[in-house]
């Protein structure tokens, strides 16, 4: 079975730019989970998606928004990027409370 | 709310030599779920291990196998047989089980250095 796939691996923008990420799933996983990871804050939880609603929310400001689609793949944007975005933004996919599998994460730059 | 505390930041452990990895969390559910991530330097959170917290077991996988002492809210892992291999980050993290999936809250880390 693929495991978790984020595209892409790799983002260098500037401040007030936007940006978009996409996570693709484990087949047949149905809830796909972003998180922010930075030296300062640690692991944050973004939002969560389950069957194309968002299911659950961190505290995030608005700039931050998601969604997912019927094939359970998920995309997060990012508006009006600042310096303190730049992180590595996992996404982990899960069928099941006891399996929460994480994708290789995309490594955002901000200048 | 929960919380997560991995007292840690770094530990060094002898090749081949066993290695506790200390988390405590807290909560007030009595219904949660316990896991540990291993993260190279590449970025990916590795799934490790799962404790439910009505698990009557300690779980195992392979050489991890969590330490779960409900009572002092612990749940520490331990590698066995450590190898070069295991040089990484290792997080604890928590979710709450009684409303389908909930976020995963994660401890601040601890820094695993095997040596030769």
């Known amino acids: 079975k693929a495991g978790v796939t984020q595209t892409p691996r790799y983002l260098i923008k500037t401040r007030g730019q936007q940006v978009t990420l996409s996570c693709s799933p484990i087949?047949?996983?149905?809830?796909v989970s972003w998180y922010q990871q930075t030296p300062g804050q640690g692991l944050q939880f973004l939002f969560e998606y389950f069957s194309e609603t968002q299911r659950n929310k961190g505290n995030f400001p608005g700039r931050f928004s998601g969604r997912q689609f019927s094939n359970s793949r998920s995309e997060m944007n990012v508006s009006t990027l600042e310096l303190g975005d730049s992180a590595l933004y996992l996404c982990?996919?899960?069928?099941?409370?006891?399996?929460?599998?994480f994708g290789p994460g995309t490594r955002l730059l901000v200048l | 709310a929960q919380k997560i505390t991995q007292t840690q930041p770094g530990m060094f452990v002898q090749e081949k030599e066993a290695v506790t990895l200390d988390c405590t969390y807290d909560?007030?559910?009595?219904?949660?779920?316990l896991f540990w991530y291993k993260q190279p330097s590449s970025g990916e959170m590795i799934f490790l291990i799962y404790q439910g917290s009505y698990d009557q077991q300690n779980a195992t996988e392979g050489r991890y196998s969590l330490n779960f002492q409900k009572a002092r809210k612990s749940a520490n892992l331990v590698i066995s047989a450590s190898q070069l291999g295991d040089s990484a980050m290792y997080f604890c993290?928590?979710?709450?089980?009684?409303?389908?999936?909930?976020?995963?809250?994660f401890g601040k880390g601890t820094r695993l250095s095997v040596i030769a």
């Open positions: 993290a928590m979710s709450l089980r009684n409303s389908g999936n909930t976020p995963l809250v």
């Open positions: 087949s047949g996983h149905r809830s």
């Open positions: 982990a996919s899960s069928s099941k409370v006891e399996t929460q599998y």
């Open positions: 909560t007030s559910d009595p219904s949660y779920g």
